[in-house]
């Protein structure tokens, strides 16, 4: 069993930086593929980034490649997703989740997680 906890959302201007931290219990955490996914009102959660226990394999959607870097520190059982020159379409609330299974480049849906955070919103000013 996992369970996360999201922090450090808040409202920027267009342009600015934000980190997210996601807070995971259980001794397994090391090993569970990490991803982050937005949810805007109205619209489908969205995927946005993950990756898998050794960083060695990162995906990522084109809308914010280049932009959003997700990490983690295995030692404080924490993720985390360095979002820069945000824009008001990032606005969004943010969900960390993890998964037992292997990352693979398909895993960009929300039903191919096992475990969710509750949630921190992001809002981007124009």
């Known amino acids: 069993q996992v369970q996360l906890v999201e922090s450090g959302g808040g409202l920027v201007q267009a342009g600015g930086s934000l980190r997210l931290s996601c807070a995971a219990s259980?001794?397994?955490?090391?090993?569970?593929?990490m991803g982050w996914f937005r949810q805007a009102p109205g619209k489908e959660r969205e995927f946005v980034a993950a990756?898998?226990?050794?960083?060695?394999?990162?995906y990522y959607p084109d809308s914010v490649k280049g932009r959003f870097t997700i990490s983690r520190d295995n030692a404080k059982n924490t993720v985390f997703l360095q979002m820069n020159s945000l824009k008001p379409e990032d606005t969004a609330v943010y969900y960390c989740?993890?998964?037992?299974?292997?990352?693979?480049?398909?895993?960009?849906?929300?039903?191919?997680?096992?475990?969710w955070g509750q949630g921190t919103q992001v809002t981007v000013s124009s």
């Open positions: 259980g001794r397994t955490f090391s090993m569970y593929t």
């Open positions: 989740a993890a998964t037992p299974s292997p990352l693979r480049a398909t895993m960009t849906g929300p039903w191919q997680y096992n475990y």
């Open positions: 990756h898998n226990w050794s960083e060695l394999s990162t």
